[in-house]
């Protein structure tokens, strides 16, 4: 049976020798009323070891345990490279100190078994390699298990022990320099032997390899053993340089570094990349723009033979810098599919053959590259359950679902009636949120931990996944606790109790002092979460808008109306919660880096709100001449606004910088930037015109396409003549279109741009176009054509602004509206026209117009082009161009249409 490669033999040999350790202690009788008996959670005081051991009980008898101790050793070599791993985490040279000197020799003796090991009701030896027995007894510690991977468990289970004792002052005068343990046994074993997480890192921040490193030593203490890559394109491909170029990608020195450091700690490192879907990043360069269903497609197109080079380039190199036992092909969200280049051969053979051969492709591809296992996430084969019929059986399936009311036990009952592994994978719910919503993923993971258990078939584990869509704004050390969490159900499944958990695993990663209740650490938790879910309430399909209403001027509408009466009772909880912390941290002894990341996360609900509340009042109008204060009041406001917003955005960039590299975090200054120019022009105009309404410093064209309710894929020209009164006029263009446009200046092919709703950053980015196009104009008339596609069954768009500067330094400007001239086209005449170079032999009508910027274009500014600038869209942008895919998602194709009419009628 496939298996993690640290448990790859379920059943362990019984005439293999297992490893024993004894470390010898001295039995006490100290008088400590902290501890009297700890078992099955249910004592009064906690010693918090997580994951949950399986089988535990502790008494109220004590023994001493010197800071410098010997481990006596059996069946394994003392020069084993885990007990280097072993002395490296318990003489930690940061806050832990539990500063132990170790010394290491082989037992000069057999260690016998004590009987009461033999009274436990579980064939330990079936436990797999991560099983560990660890009894603390009067005169030793005594550990067994049947490999390095589950001596490695088992003292981690003691350091956090020593820990807790330590950190609680279980130690007198009478016993300088000890620590006094509890007498007590655990029977410890994992009930899944694929425990970890699926981690985006392709999306914005991209996390040095030293903050990789921290993070997967903090997730090897609490015995997580997988950690999955999402590349996209950020690891560098000698043989494809444009790919991840000056996005911060990984060397190939830097993952070896990675994986290196992951295998000493026995965790399995290998990546995920895609192979059809969400190849945007990709896609959006030039040079692979062709491999795409359509311009600007996320999706690759199956008709395209040349991807499969190119793949098979891409494949390889990856393949060359991880270990080859498993590579994640990805394939899931493939909405574009189908809808461009591929149709024809769709229509010709079906969707499931059509997909079935280019899976089989990708999958010979890997196994070409001796890769042992290749993993694929579930959605095709949801989709297209024939596929997996004919898939070869090793192929692994990996079944996500993020929402936490759901129960999935249905569709993994139709996943495992196949022979093909399943690996699960619930989320932390941490994209586009100031904070991890950990409740609701709880829930998730919860409700994945039931359908474990109750699946008959053996399953291999859970991969928890956590996503940085839109450039990631949430900074990811929050992330950590969710990465923990999901796991901690993947080795107990039967830990329930989310408060309960939190307490704990708060206390494991903070260590406390005793005056430090950890109840209250996860009540403070809790309350976090809970504000970041009254900031995040959804307002559209699917998703929150937070980082959208955060860095939105006054005068785009928000999307959340909170009262004012509401705002002034979460500012008290936010100062209250902000308070108690300051009194608390000087009590934290251990990874005080991440409750700074959670402190700023309350920091930034803080700004957000206060920025709601600071449109409130400034979109108030006096009533009377006795209120033109007001104008001052406001002028006041908003100065003290700018002062905390840009405090507060100093300090997200230098935590940004602790944990990231600095790549993408480019568009986060832009609009943080953008905020600041639009309020502190908005203070100019107060104190010169108090009592003027302020100018409109949004986009003013407006967006334009035919007159049809909803697009095909024919291409629509927009034309558009105008003169100019001298020769060597600048001329800057900036287009915005909705797929695809090509720009034509007087018959002469200017470029190229896409604006498309992505969760990736470069399309994002690269939404709003600027051209240089001085050099196709002439004195006299002129005329630009601006000709547009749509693939995506929706309406399209095309925003322009021309602004062209003569020599005396006057600025002309032409802007869309419906005074442009529009004409459709099929295919084949409009290759003739451009061949002709005659661009005008069309029917021409007038463009309608279906947006301004604020309503249609989410609070596009006007830029001044000749000084650099250019409007900057929400993340958001067009989000209901793809509403229609997601709708047929989860509903009937007629259903999904009349989703489709009432989002048109009202954008």
């Keep these: 049976m496939l298996l993690h490669p640290n448990n790859r033999y379920i059943k362990v040999d019984r005439k293999m020798k297992s490893i024993q350790v004894n470390i010898p202690i001295k039995p006490v009788h100290p008088k400590i009323e902290e501890i009297s008996e700890y078992k099955n959670n249910k004592s009064n005081t906690r010693i918090p070891l997580l994951p949950y051991p399986q089988i535990y009980h502790f008494t109220n008898a004590f023994s001493q345990m010197s800071y410098n101790f010997t481990i006596y050793v059996q069946n394994i070599n003392p020069d084993h490279s885990v007990f280097e791993l ?115 890192i392709s999306r914005g921040q991209i996390p040095t390899v030293e903050e990789l490193m921290r993070e997967l030593r903090i997730m090897s203490h609490f015995k997580i053993n997988t950690y999955a890559m999402y590349i996209e394109d950020v690891v560098q491909i000698p043989s494809h ?17 990675i994986v290196t450091y992951a295998r000493s700690r026995f965790i399995t490192v290998f990546p995920i990349i895609e192979t059809l879907g969400h190849m945007d990043n990709i896609l959006t360069l030039p040079a692979y723009a062709n491999l795409g269903e359509f311009p600007g497609a996320h999706c690759l197109s199956i008709a395209n033979g040349n991807i499969y080079p190119f793949l098979k380039e891409f494949i390889t190199e990856i393949a060359s810098y991880f270990p080859k036992l498993y590579i994640h092909i990805g394939c899931d969200e493939v909405y574009d599919l189908g809808h461009g280049n591929s149709k024809e051969l769709i229509n010709a053979v079906g969707m499931e053959q059509a997909v079935f051969d280019h899976i089989l492709k990708v999958y010979r ?122 796991n901690l159900l993947s080795w107990n499944s039967k830990s329930r109790n989310f408060a309960l958990i939190m307490a704990d695993l708060l206390n494991c990663i903070f260590q406390p002092s005793k005056g430090i209740n950890p109840s209250e650490l996860a009540d403070l938790f809790i309350n976090t979460v809970d504000l970041s879910k009254i900031c995040t309430a959804k307002t559209y399909f699917l998703q929150s808008h937070f980082f959208d209403d955060f860095y939105s001027p006054l005068t785009v509408p928000f999307s959340r109306h909170l009262k004012l009466k509401r705002l002034e009772q979460i500012f008290h909880t936010i100062n209250k919660i902000l308070t108690r912390f300051e009194e608390i941290i000087p009590h934290i002894r251990s990874n005080s880096f991440f409750l700074e990341y959670w402190l700023h996360s309350l920091q930034t609900m803080y700004i957000f709100l206060l920025h709601l509340q600071l449109k409130n009042i400034l979109l108030k109008k006096p009533q009377n001449s006795s ?57 100019q105009h107060l104190q010169k015109f108090p009592t003027l309404p302020s100018p409109n410093r949004f ?68 939404a ?87 309503r249609f274009g989410g609070g596009l500014f006007h830029p001044q082009l000749w000084k650099g600038e250019r409007s900057i869209q929400k993340d958001y942008f067009r989000f209901q161009d793809n509403s229609y895919y997601f709708s047929l998602m989860y509903f009937r194709p007629f259903l999904a249409k009349i989703i489709r009419f009432f989002t048109i009628l009202k954008s």
């Design 768 to 854: 709003v176009q600027v051209f240089n196009i001085s050099e196709f104009l002439h004195r006299g008339e002129n005329t630009l054509v601006i000709e547009c596609w749509h693939f995506l069954r929706f309406r399209g768009f095309v925003n322009i602004l021309l602004q062209i500067q003569n020599s005396r330094g006057e600025i002309t400007e032409i802007t869309s509206d419906k005074s442009w001239s529009v004409a459709m086209s099929n295919y084949e005449t409009l290759v003739k026209a451009r061949v002709h170079g005659n661009l005008h032999s069309f029917q021409w009508k007038r463009a309608k117009i279906v947006g301004d910027s604020v």
């Design 241 to 257: 340089p444009d790919i991840g170029a000056n996005r911060g990608a990984y060397t190939s020195e830097e993952i070896q570094q």
């Design 365 to 486: 591809i890997a196994k070409d590259n001796d890769i042992e296992n290749v993993i694929i996430y579930h959605d095709l084969i949801e989709k297209y359950p024939s596929i997996l019929e004919h898939l070869p059986s090793d192929i692994i399936v990996m079944y996500w679902n993020y929402s936490p009311k759901k129960k999935y036990s249905k569709i993994i009952n139709k996943l495992t009636a196949s022979d093909h592994p399943i690996v699960l994978s619930p989320s932390i719910l941490n994209w586009y949120r100031p904070f991890p919503h950990y409740e609701d993923a709880f829930q998730n993971m919860l409700h994945f931990s039931d359908a474990l258990v109750t699946i008959k078939k053996p399953i291999l584990g859970q991969l928890v996944s956590n996503w940085g869509d839109f450039g990631h704004h949430s900074l990811r050390p929050n992330q950590i606790y969710g990465s923990i969490l999901g």
């Design 699 to 766: 986009l003013q064209s407006k967006f334009i396409w035919s007159h049809h309710f909803a697009s095909d894929s024919r291409p629509r020209l927009f034309r558009k003549a105008f003169s100019i009164d001298e020769e060597n006029s600048l001329a800057f263009l900036q287009v915005i279109a909705g797929n695809y446009c090509e720009i034509y200046c007087n018959d002469i092919y200017v470029g190229s741009t896409n604006s498309r709703f992505s969760l990736s950053i470069l399309p994002i980015k690269n």
């Design 86 to 200: 072993i002395k490296q985490d318990f003489d930690v040279e940061n806050e832990e100190e539990l500063h132990c000197a170790i010394k290491l020799e082989e037992s000069p003796k057999e260690i016998t078994l004590n009987d009461d090991f033999h009274r436990f009701k579980v064939d330990f030896s079936k436990k797999g390699p991560e099983a560990y027995y660890l009894a603390i007894k009067s005169n030793e510690i005594q550990i067994i298990t049947f490999s390095a991977h589950g001596l490695f468990n088992a003292f981690q289970t003691l350091r956090q022990l020593l820990l807790w004792t330590k950190n609680h002052s279980l130690i007198s005068s009478e016993f300088p320099s000890s620590f006094i343990l509890p007498h007590g046994e655990i029977l410890d074993w994992p009930d899944f032997s694929m425990r970890g997480i699926s981690d985006d």
């Design 627 to 683: 209120e033109d204060n007001l104008y001052y009041t406001q002028i006041r406001i908003l100065q003290e606004f700018i002062s905390q917003l840009s405090v507060y955005f100093q300090k997200y960039e230098k935590l940004w910088l602790k944990c990231a590299k600095f790549p993408n975090f480019e568009r986060h200054r832009e609009r943080f930037n953008l905020l600041m120019w639009f309020y502190e022009r908005l203070i």
